[in-house]
């Protein structure tokens, strides 16, 4: 196959909507942090998800950690949190000087393990120090055992926080992630379902937690006509121009999620008789994901011996992108120290997996290629 123009694994796709919020703001020079297009923003999250407050962010990772400090963590504490992540779902813990605690997926769904979880918790009862927080991560779109993890959560009093950077769009039993914990995390950075071109936001049921997230991320100054300042604050702030983006792009999320859910019945359909080839799928009709990426396994065994990294080095070699699945924390450099509960499940899809080319604004040719490029790869050998 020859070399053909770059297939981007995930790139930004405009509306063509984003510009009248740009516009309008520069007309009236509401070019500065928040603003009427960060509050216009808010609403139409909170009227897409169902969540009753919402406080815009500089990013997902930024609003992880005000929802930790809302929860009180500190020092000596722990925090439990998926392993199979981005290390932005963890960073923050560290930030607080808490202690990470990662738990193991289980492989259905490919997020948290309700059995590991609940045995990290009773091993923590006796001593009555339990961990101040739980951080579930929905991954790439699949929503976890939300109901089998909120009831263990509620059972041993630990909050939830859900970083649902890559679910929105996504829902449980027709609830959206991020609105069954205490606190849900979004992120709009360039490569997610839409974007912001760079941002999050906090949502959660308790308009206490948004209203204290704001006045965190805007340098908790006081009510005061000079500047004071009785907590530490933090610049987390929204753009009122990158808000706008981020309103153009709610017109179209509903679309958005379609077409990244028919890039996945593609690539299902085409590749999925491929012995060896698996697929993360929903495991029942309660699972609604938005397929933000379409994750994929190769088990080499199966496959003439080619593995992962043969896929993934042919297809970059056609100009193709692809992704091998999150290394897991616990694998980490910076986080192998830290406690952790496993069944070898994260282990097993990192060696095996890879995220194929998913943007909403790929074409049938694309992907076409894609998969020829995968199946000839397999062929060869």
């Known amino acids: 196959m020859e070399p053909t123009e770059k297939i981007w694994l995930s790139s930004p796709h405009m509306s063509g909507e984003e510009m009248k919020y740009i516009e309008e703001a520069f007309r009236n020079n509401h070019v ?5 297009n960060v509050t216009g923003l808010e609403n139409d999250i909170m009227q897409f998800t169902g969540a009753k407050a919402c406080t815009c962010l500089a990013s997902g990772t930024s609003a992880i950690h005000l929802a930790l400090i809302l929860l009180g963590v500190g020092s000596e504490d722990e925090v439990f949190c998926s392993t199979f992540t981005f290390s932005a779902s963890a960073n923050p813990i560290v930030y607080q000087g808490a202690t990470p605690v990662f738990i193991d997926s289980e492989p259905t ?9 609940e045995k990290a918790l009773a091993e923590r009862k006796p001593s009555g120090k339990m ?3 739980i951080i579930l991560v929905h991954l790439y779109g699949m929503p976890a055992r939300i109901d089998e993890i909120m009831e263990i959560a509620r059972r041993y009093q630990v ?3 859900e970083d649902a950077a890559e679910s929105l769009g996504s829902t449980f039993d027709g609830q959206a992630t991020g609105t069954f914990g205490e606190m849900g995390i979004l992120s709009f950075n360039g490569n997610k379902i839409i974007t912001t071109s760079g941002g999050g936001a906090l949502i959660s049921n308790k308009a206490d937690y948004c209203r204290k997230a704001l006045f965190l991320a805007t340098q908790a100054r006081d009510a005061a006509p000079h500047y004071q ?3 530490i604050g933090y610049n987390y702030r929204m753009s009122n121009i990158c808000a706008g983006i981020g309103r153009g792009q709610m017109e179209v999320i509903a679309q958005r999620v379609a077409k990244r859910r028919e890039n996945f019945e593609f690539y299902r359909e085409n590749l999925g008789t491929v012995e060896g080839i698996s697929f993360q799928t929903a495991p029942d009709d309660r699972f609604f994901s938005n397929y933000w990426l379409t994750a994929i396994t190769i088990d080499p065994d199966l496959t003439l011996g080619v593995n992962r990294e043969k ?3 042919a297809l970059n070699e056609l100009d193709i992108e692809t992704r091998p699945l999150w290394k897991p924390m616990h694998l980490q450099p910076i986080f192998e120290k830290f406690p952790a509960y496993l069944n070898g499940t994260s282990n097993r899809l990192f060696d095996l997996g890879l995220c194929l080319p998913s943007s909403s604004n790929i074409t049938e040719a694309e992907r076409q290629k ?3 490029a995968i199946t000839e790869t397999i062929q060869r050998g």
């Open 229 to 231: 300042h009785s907590h």
């Open 311 to 313: 896929i993934y080095n």
């Open 32 to 36: 500065f942090p928040l603003g009427p």
């Open 370 to 372: 894609v998969v020829e």
């Open 159 to 161: 909050p939830v926080i």
């Open 109 to 117: 769904t490919w997020n948290m393990s309700p059995e590991l979880l």
């Open 131 to 133: 961990p101040k927080a």
